[in-house]
């Protein structure tokens, strides 16, 4: 539950405090105020510990929930961020994913930002070392199938070491004992297993320069058909001319086996394009111009809507993802370039060596009227502006079902409709402790299926919408303050001191122990709380028109409300006196030159019991929901 201080958006008298309740946030709240559990590792945790290595600390953050992938670039600058400075670290995270303390998923995620970002360094090759030496046991225990997750342990081990920079070579004694390893080791029946152990020392042969278990040159890359090998091997060859005669093989065969004519027409820049990228961007400009685009609003996601009512501010996120997440485009969007018979689409965002021409994203750009701060990210998806004023989604919903971003390459522009998710909002103004609710003053008309709210109270003014196919927590309510809490009960009095025991006495009488303390006395009661203050008046103004009004109130008085405070909590009973010391044990005494000694000490009495608490206050009266109708405004 967030709370905001009304104290912010008006004058007082009287201060009121309001409460924005997002749907499902409740439950969370709780959780964060008064649960004991102990609080996840977090990416700062993570960026503060993992400066003294890296490894164990990286391995703990993957194993929570909700590790965010984006922690494991080493050069982000957005966030906190994992930092590698043992190459150790890498052999922690490995034995991490087979021994599987981490999930496959988690762990490929984090090593798709990790890897790129230290690939070029001096920690490429220690990178490349661990993951070479983590498939004997990988293979092992996928191909024993004793666990659920050794083979997306597998698969996520091979994918990384597959895709991993150019530059993030396996240095020779790890590739070699890889090798050896890998060769033992039984693989098992499963065709998975099998093929991906035999691609991962196809790739180790490939970096001692061998493919097929002959030296590879540029004769033996001439003869090659297998468009795949040759993509591995455009990567993996340790000298760079054969890398790219490799490359330019793969590129000639895959263009050259394409029937789309606008391959056909423009072969020998879709070669040199793929040799290069492994994908064809068309470079859009003033020597090949885009002469149209148009978007598939069926292809594109809704845009998911959260109201801070309180700061009257919307938040938009793609349906199904977090806030600053992109919205992909690349199904929906289409251009028309001079010269290519069909529309393009954008580039996908890392190399599919597919012959098709692409637009690249840094050729797009967004915004518009309804989002001026809208951009296309590098990955050629559209990034929505962070925080949108709550008047901006009232325009837009007054208008229609959706938002609409502007695209645009070169001078071609096209408009992205993108339909509107509402999350049901809830709004509380609450009065001050014991004092009545707020008066609130709401207007409430309709837009298709879409109610708008404009709540006044103070002079203060609130905008919200929600669906009416999807209500959810929606309310509005002014609720009297929670009566006062009950004061704490007196503290019980102390026990007495216990009595002193009888001393020694000659010839042989022992002195006795003290007698016991009393018992502290019980803590008063306490005091009962207060009660809750009275709801505010609400006055409900419903624009609408004959029959419609009914079901329109009918709809509205569900949801709006005018409640009784709490009451308040009642004191707890004050705390039990102490347990009265224990007496002086008696005096000891000299008979004869015979010492008896004196007695022990008296045990201390126990504590008194602590008061019973008080009772809570009754909670306040409701208060007044009133109605009036008015019809719509002409036109």
Known sequence: MHVLSARSH??????????????????????????????????????????????????RYLATPDADPRACDTARSDGPHVTI???????????????????????????????PSVGAT???PPLAGALARAYPDAVEAAAGGSSPGAMPALEALHAVFLARPVEATTPAAARADAEEELRDTDPGSDPRVRAIAAEALAVLAMERGEYAGRPVDEAALATLDDVDALRLLGRRLPAAGLRGAARARAAHLVVSRSDDPDVKAHAGEAEIALTKAGVYAVEVGPSRLATGCSVDGARLPAVHVVQDVGAQEVKLAPAGGAQGAPLPLRDALRVTVDGFASPLALCPPAPDWSPRPCVPPAAVTAGGADLPGAAIG?????????????????????????????????????????????????????????????????????????????????????????DENALGDFRVVSAGGQGRPGSPGRRGIDGMTGP?????????????????????????????????????????????????????????????GALGGEGGPGGPGGEGGRGGPGGPGGSGVSCEGKQLQGGPRGSDGPPGYPGPTGAPGPRGAPGTVRWKAVPPPAG
């Open 122 to 124: 001096p920690l490429g």
């Open 378 to 466: 590098p990955a050629g998806g559209l990034l929505l502006p962070k925080d949108v004023p709550a008047s901006a989604l009232l325009g837009w919903l007054e208008r229609g079902d959706t938002v609409t971003a502007t695209l645009a390459v070169g001078d071609a522009t096209c408009d992205a409709p993108l339909a509107l998710e509402l999350q049901a909002p809830a709004f509380e103004l609450i009065g001050d402790q014991g004092g009545p609710g707020p008066d609130l003053a709401i207007t409430a008309r309709e837009a298709r299926h879409v109610l708008i709210l404009t709540v006044e109270t103070g002079g203060q003014r609130y905008d919200l919408a929600v």
């Open 85 to 115: 400075t043992d190459p150790e670290a890498f052999e922690d995270l490995t034995d991490a994913l087979v021994d599987g303390e981490v999930p496959a998923a988690a762990w490929r995620a984090c090593m798709d930002h990790l890897s």
């Open 500 to 560: 002193e025991g009888l001393p020694a006495s000659c010839p042989g009488q022992q002195a006795q122990s003290g007698g016991r303390g009393g018992q502290g006395q019980r803590g008063a009661r306490g005091g009962d709380g207060g009660p809750g203050g009275p709801g505010g008046v609400v006055t409900v103004t419903l624009v609408c028109a004959g029959t419609r009004c009914n079901e329109l109130q009918d709809l509205v008085a569900a949801r709006v």
């Open 10 to 59: 008006r004058p007082p008298p009287p201060p009121l405090i309001a409460r924005l309740v997002l749907a499902g946030a409740l439950a969370a709240s709780l959780v964060a105020c008064g649960s004991t559990e102990k609080r996840p590792y977090s990416a700062a945790d993570l960026a503060r510990d993992s400066r003294e290595g890296g490894g164990d600390a990286l391995v």
